[in-house]
């Protein structure tokens, strides 16, 4: 490559690394004011508990945006700063701008109650997620540990907003015996889906989040058996039990293999 040609190629990884940082910052900026303004004077939290469904978690299992946007703080400092992490600027190009631009326009959709439109959108975040994941596997541990939490988080988020638009499309279906059935494979899926991913990858940081969404799903479960309405999915629940025991299993199991080494 000619000095031109480097010049280039330097000018356009500034660039590229400008872009995540601000991109990062609006993206935060934004999920903090939908919840201090709030955005059409509804918070995250009371949107989500208008749109119940068998899919959805228990409230506490939201902490964990906390975690992963301080992650995603960590990635545009990290990036920001060159070096080691042009070759991932490089790969990743405009996808983790994207991907911020795509979480701000969902939140915004969905605090609307534009559901349709915000589950088309996080579908396509799950998308660029699954791109990005892939171009951050050799990075380091902390970057690739955050994107496979954002992504993990987003599978299963992608996951319970279609079953909310099913809610809404089919009379009687966000609680009939269809939805519990196809809820059920959704979870024991998930579960497996995070095992194999565990033993394959070593990607303890995706299966922890999909054991902690599942978990977040069987806590809400449980505080509905007071209302008898739990009892009567008690399916739900003994799938929700039975993904995270797949996933802790597979914990087990890889340490014990690192013990046996």
Known sequence: MGSVG?????????LLRMMNVFA??????????AERLPINDVTSGQVSDSYDSLFTPAGITFAIWFVIYIGLAYFAVWQAIGGRADYAVEK??????????????????????????????IFALWL???????????????????FSMYYAWITVATVASLFIVAGNLFENFAYGNFAQILACI?????????????????DYAYALTIAWSVAGILIRQFSLTGTGLGRDYMAIIISAFISVSIVLAGMILKNRKKEMI
């Open 92 to 121: 990743i190009g405009i996808n983790f701008a994207v991907s911020c631009a795509l979480n701000m326009a969902w939140l915004i959709l969905w605090h609307y109650d534009m559901i349709y439109l915000a589950t088309a959108v």
């Open 186 to 202: 959704a979870l024991v899926a998930i579960g497996i889906a995070a095992y194999i991913r565990l033993v394959r990858s070593n």
């Open 6 to 14: 480097i010049r280039e190629n330097n000018s356009r990884l500034k």
């Open 128 to 146: 660029f997620l699954i791109d990005i994941k892939k171009s951050t596997s050799g990075e380091n541990w902390a970057v690739r540990s955050v």
């Open 24 to 33: 990062c910052i609006a993206m935060i900026a934004v999920n903090v004011l």
